[in-house]
C-alpha cells in the first residue's frame, strides 16, 4: 500500500464547477500535511497547508481527518487557471520528519 | 527575489555515462533536499542536507547516486553509470528551517533521459 494514495483521475469540468479532491495516508504518526500543485512541466508549488481544523484560502478549501487518515480539498468556482495537477503531501514525524511524501496526484482540467 | 534554480535543465545521457546535476538553493536557506519525480508519479524523496551535513540519504536508489553539498550552498546529485531507470526528472528543494518542516520551495528540476 502507498504511503499516500489519491484519485489521479483526470477530473474534467466546467469553469464554474465545484470539485473534490480526497487523500489518504497510511502513517498516523504523520505530522503536518499540505497541497501543492504542480503544473505541467513545471515545479511544485505549496498550495495550502492542512490543518486538523480546516482552512480556507479564497476558493480553496482543505480538511483534515486525523482520525480516519483522511484529507481533502474543496475547490469551488472553478477557473481555467486552476488546471493542473494537485498533489497531497505528507510531513512524516520522527526522525523522517520533513521527508515529505507525495500522492501520486490527481489531474484537474478545467474547461470553457 | 531569485528562487531555487538548477542546472542543466535537460540532460540526455547514453546508458553507462557519469553524470552531475547542480542546485542553487534560495540563500540562506539551511535545508535542502533532492526528489527523484517519474513520469505521472509524485516527487519521491531522495536524500537531505542541513548546511553541508548529509543528514537522511535513505531515498537514495543505489550507491550509484552520490550528492554533496560541501560549503551548505551549492549541491551536486551526481549518478554514476546511468541506466535507462535512472530517467526521470530530478527536483531539488530548499527550505529556511532547521528543522525540516517548514514551507520547500522547488526548483525546475532537471529532467534526465538515458538512451
Known amino acids: 500500500r502507498k504511503e499516500v494514495e489519491q484519485d489521479p483521475g483526470p477530473f474534467n469540468v466546467p469553469e464554474g464547477a465545484t470539485v473534490a479532491f480526497n487523500c489518504t495516508y497510511s502513517?498516523?504518526?504523520?505530522?503536518?500535511f499540505f497541497w501543492y500543485r504542480q503544473d505541467c512541466r513545471k515545479e511544485p508549488k505549496l498550495l495550502m497547508s492542512v490543518y486538523s481544523s480546516g482552512n480556507e484560502d479564497g476558493r480553496f478549501t482543505a480538511q483534515l481527518n486525523r482520525a480516519s487518515q483522511y484529507i481533502s480539498l474543496l475547490i469551488r468556482d472553478s477557473k481555467l487557471s486552476d488546471s493542473a495537477t494537485y498533489l497531497c503531501?505528507?510531513?512524516?514525524?520522527?526522525?523522517?520528519?520533513?521527508?515529505?511524501?507525495f500522492g501520486q496526484g490527481t489531474i484537474l482540467t478545467v474547461h470553457p | 527575489g531569485a528562487g531555487v534554480s538548477q542546472s542543466p535543465r535537460y540532460k540526455v545521457a547514453k546508458r553507462g555515462q557519469d553524470v552531475a546535476l547542480r542546485c542553487d538553493p534560495i540563500?540562506?536557506?539551511?535545508?535542502l533536499f533532492w526528489y527523484q519525480q517519474a513520469l505521472g508519479q509524485g516527487p519521491e524523496f531522495l536524500t537531505y542536507f542541513q548546511n553541508e551535513a548529509q543528514l537522511d540519504k535513505s531515498g537514495l536508489p543505489s550507491d550509484r547516486f552520490f550528492a554533496e553539498r560541501p560549503e551548505g550552498s551549492v549541491s551536486t546529485l551526481k549518478i554514476q553509470r546511468t541506466q535507462q531507470e535512472d530517467s526521470a526528472v530530478y527536483l531539488c528543494?530548499?527550505?529556511?528551517?532547521?528543522?525540516?518542516?517548514?514551507?520547500?520551495?522547488f526548483g525546475p528540476g532537471t529532467r534526465l533521459t538515458v538512451t
Open positions: 540563500s540562506g536557506h539551511v535545508s
Open positions: 502513517n498516523s504518526a504523520s505530522q503536518s
Open positions: 503531501v505528507v510531513n512524516p514525524g520522527g526522525t523522517s520528519y520533513g521527508k515529505l511524501t
Open positions: 528543494a530548499s527550505s529556511r528551517r532547521r528543522d525540516r518542516g517548514y514551507e520547500q520551495y
